[in-house]
């Protein structure tokens, strides 16, 4: 994971330790993603943000199958 950036490493580890408590679960890498796209659509200031880290889980995704 040294490929993300510091805060959707942040995102990955929080969404994780909330969602099963294992430290790396590739599988939720588009649940991720689509809840911060989601997020974004209302979240006008931080819309770019979200999107791009979206795009860095996105980009993960393939690579971990």
Known sequence: MSELSPQ???I???FNRAASGKPYDWHYLPAIAAALRAA???CKRDRLQ???IASEF???ETRND
């Open 8 to 10: 959707a490493q942040e």
């Open 40 to 42: 974004a659509l209302y």
């Open 50 to 52: 979200l999107m791009a």
């Open 58 to 60: 996105d980009s993960q």
């Open 12 to 14: 990955f580890w929080a």
